[in-house]
C-alpha cells in the first residue's frame, strides 16, 4: 500500500513569542499495552514505497526516504486504540535538517492485526455445491464480466478505501528544533499546532525521545520529557499506531524508531 500525505508548508515555523504554559489537562501512563523493540522482522509494516523503504532491521525500524518533496510516509501496525499514550525514541541520521518524523494516533486501518472469517460468508461457502465441470467453460467467461451492481459495488469499495488512507493525528518534529501536532485527512493536512521552535529538541542529526498523547478530544506532544504543546479535536476517536518521516531536499532522509511502547492512560 501505497503510503502518502502531502505535507505544506513543513519549512514554516511559529516565531511569535509564545509563552510557555502548563498541560489543559494532567495525563499519566497506565499499563503498557503494547511494545516494540523492533528485534524481529514483521513486527511492524515494512515495505518500499515509491521514493520510501520501511523496514525493520537491526534492532530499529527505518525509514528511508530517498529524495524529498514534502511527501510524508509511514508505517502503521498493532491492535486499534481510543485513547493512549505512546512513547518512541527516534534518530536522525543524516545531515539535512529540511525533514519532519514523528508518531501517528489513531490512524484508519488493521495492518496487522488478525482477520476473523466472515461468518455469512463461510456459510454461503459451505452450503454452495460443487460446479458441474461441463459448466466450467460457461461459468468461466460469464465471471470475466461482471454485473453492473457487482462493478458499482467494487468502484465503491476502492473510493472507501481510498478516501481512508493516511486518516489520524500527527506529532512530528523536525531536524531544526521544532514541533507541530497536525490532523491528517487522506491526502490533507491541517495544522492544530502550527510549526514552533522548541530549544528542547536536539538538532539533527541526532536522537529525540517523543511521548504523544491521545485522550478523548485532548492531544499533547512531549519532548524529552518536556511538555511542548496541547489542542482539542474530536474528529477521530480510535485507530492504530503509525511512524512517519518526511524529506523536503534531493538527498532525502534516514530516520530509526526503537523502543515502541504504547500505554493506556490514567487522567489526574
Known sequence: MKKIIAVAGMAALCLAACQSRAPLQQIAKGDELAFYNFTEPGTFEEGAYGLATLRV???????????????????????????????????????????????????RGSMGQAREANPELVAIMEDTPEADPTEAADDDAAEQTPAPDETAAVEQS????????????????????????????????????????????????????????????????????????????????????????????RLGLRVEFDNLSISAVNTG
Open 158 to 249: 476502492t473510493a472507501e478505501a481510498s478516501v481512508g488512507e493516511g486518516d489520524g493525528y500527527l506529532f512530528l518534529i523536525q531536524g531544526t528544533g521544532s514541533y507541530a501536532i497536525m490532523r491528517a485527512r487522506g491526502r490533507d493536512v491541517v495544522p492544530l499546532v502550527n510549526w514552533t521552535a522548541s530549544d528542547q529538541i536536539h538538532a539533527g542529526p541526532g536522537s529525540n525521545h517523543l511521548r504523544a498523547v491521545c485522550a478523548g478530544n485532548y492531544l499533547a506532544l512531549y519532548v524529552n520529557e518536556v511538555f511542548m504543546a496541547d489542542v482539542t479535536d474530536d474528529t477521530y476517536t480510535r485507530g492504530q499506531v503509525g511512524l512517519a518521516a518526511s524529506a523536503a531536499n
Open 57 to 107: 532491521n537491526d534492532g530499529v525500524y527505518h525509514i528511508n526516504v530517498a529524495q524529498g518533496d514534502n511527501t510524508l510516509w509511514w508505517g502503521q501496525w498493532g491492535d486499534s486504540y481510543d485513547d493512549a499514550v505512546i512513547d518512541v525514541d527516534v534518530a536522525q541520521t543524516t545531515e539535512r535538517n529540511e525533514n519532519a518524523f514523528g508518531v501517528m494516533c489513531r490512524v
